[in-house]
């Protein structure tokens, strides 16, 4: 499937890199590394994942990692729209 990023995922992964980036460059791109392969397991079976409350957003888990990718489905495409670290509050389409 073809993939698409809103703005808003973009900068939040943008923002995740700086965050950890402070602390450890390395760690920063372990975790970044990990996202993207995220994206591309949601590109390959972009309907294997939970649904939200919202029946048009899914939501996939990272691996090792505790960030959840937020992302709809329409036709042949997957749009990436949020992404977030599970200690923050509940994103309002959760």
């Known amino acids: 499937m073809r993939l698409h990023y ?9 923002a995740i890199e ?16 990990a996202i993207y ?3 591309q397991l949601i590109a390959e079976h972009p309907l294997s994942y ?3 409350d919202d029946p048009d957003i899914r939501v996939h888990a990272v691996q090792r ?3 959840k990718i ?7 495409a997957v749009e ?8 923050r509050r509940a ?3 959760e």
Request: hydrophobic share 35%; proline share 2%.
């Open 6 to 14: 809103r703005a808003q995922a973009l900068a939040d992964i943008d």
């Open 18 to 33: 700086r965050y950890i980036e402070g602390r450890s460059p390395s760690g920063a791109r372990s975790v970044v590394r």
């Open 37 to 39: 392969a995220s994206i």
């Open 50 to 52: 939970q649904r939200t």
């Open 65 to 67: 990692y505790r960030y």
């Open 70 to 76: 937020f992302y709809s489905v329409t036709g042949d």
């Open 80 to 87: 990436i729209i949020h992404v977030r670290h599970t200690s």
């Open 91 to 93: 994103w309002a389409g």
